[in-house]
């Protein structure tokens, strides 16, 4: 079936502007969760997605950065007033509720001019 | 200190070799544990879970010991597909992940 998917996959746009990054995750996945890759920096969690609701948003950097969730499905991740240090790999992932294995997307690539 | 601790390599071992990876993680709450693979500008995989008991699939080995906080993978005869970068992942019960700064291994001819 189909797995994760993410658009775009890649994304250029000028510091100040605003941005907004889709997750398709795999269908019954309950579980949402987004990623964000950048060099130095490694892999670190941004927010969880339980159906629509967010119980863990503590990995968001600043209140530019916001997610939702909704119908228990896709989720968008926007970035307002985008700043060069915003420029990363950002993943989401999703799962089954409780279960081990997190399926990633292939990631949206940020730059930032 | 980082949540999660793993010496960045890189690793660069010849075909056939048995090669260790360690990794520490601080936070004694963490529920699960995980080995990522991640290749170059691809997406993290699942490589294998770690459990107290150690486990075992195929070539690779994972080992968790929960008094020292510490998390192995061995990997014996290596292949040149091995070369990639390896994650040590902690989990919290509802599966949000913190990942370490990975491991990067080349396997060469």
């Known amino acids: 079936g189909a797995g994760v998917s993410q658009s775009p996959s890649n994304k250029v746009t000028e510091k100040g502007k605003d941005v907004e990054l889709r997750c398709d995750p795999i269908?019954?996945?309950?579980?949402l969760y987004w990623y964000r890759q950048s060099l130095g920096q490694g892999l670190e969690f941004l927010i969880y997605?339980?159906?629509?609701?967010?119980?863990?948003k503590s990995g968001l950097p600043s209140d530019r950065f916001s997610a939702e969730r909704t119908g228990g499905s896709v989720s968008t991740l926007t970035i307002q007033r985008t700043q060069q240090e915003d420029s990363a790999v950002y993943l989401c992932a999703s799962s089954f509720t409780g279960a081990v294995e997190q399926y990633f997307g292939p990631g949206t690539r940020l730059t930032v001019t | 200190r980082k949540e999660v601790e793993q010496d960045p390599g890189p690793f660069n071992v010849p075909e056939g070799a048995t090669v260790a990876f360690n990794c520490t993680y601080s936070?004694?709450?963490?529920?699960?544990f995980f080995w990522y693979r991640q290749d170059c500008r691809k997406e993290p995989k699942l490589l294998m879970s770690?459990?107290?008991s150690g486990n075992e699939d195929g070539r690779f080995t994972a080992q968790l010991n929960r008094a020292s906080q510490y998390i192995s993978l061995l990997i014996r005869d290596s292949k040149l597909s091995d070369s990639a970068t390896y994650l040590c992942v902690v989990g919290t019960s509802y599966g949000k992940l913190t990942f370490g700064q990975g491991t990067i291994l080349t396997v060469h001819p």
């Open positions: 997605f339980q159906g629509n609701s967010a119980p863990d």
């Open positions: 936070n004694s709450a963490s529920q699960s």
């Open positions: 770690v459990y107290s």
């Open positions: 269908s019954g996945h309950t579980a």
